[in-house]
Nanobody, 120 residues
């Protein structure tokens, strides 16, 4: 089995910064991609950013220039550095990963979610 454990959420004032972390553990052969999604009350879950094994990244337009996703392959960990936070960034942030748990066996995994609240 594979587990994703997130950390780093919390309450921050507008304009502030937070850094989210997500560590994958368990039966991991290789990790194809890791990313972050978010879901605000009443809204659908949306992609924030993701990064694939080559290091290529993808961002939602709403966070470009403010958020940075990075990955430590040795630690099977993905980070989301969030700067210039806005109240509309308030949501539960979920880590997502596409992982090969054996050479030819692939699964899509989710973390439990971490709350990010941007408010004065």
């Amino acid at each position: 089995q594979v587990q994703l454990v997130e950390s780093g959420g919390g309450l921050v004032q507008p304009g502030g910064s937070l850094r989210l972390s997500c560590a994958a553990s368990g039966s991991i052969f290789s990790i194809l991609r890791m990313g972050w999604y978010r879901q605000a009350p009443g809204n659908q879950r949306e992609l924030v950013a993701d990064i694939i094994s080559s290091g290529s990244t993808n961002y939602a337009d709403s966070v470009k220039g403010r958020f940075t996703i990075s990955r430590d392959n040795a630690k099977n960990t993905v980070y989301l550095q969030m700067n210039s936070l806005k109240p509309e960034d308030t949501a539960v942030y979920y880590c997502n990963a596409g992982i090969y748990y054996a050479r030819y066996n692939y699964g899509d995994y989710w973390g439990q979610g971490t709350q990010v609240t941007v408010s004065s």
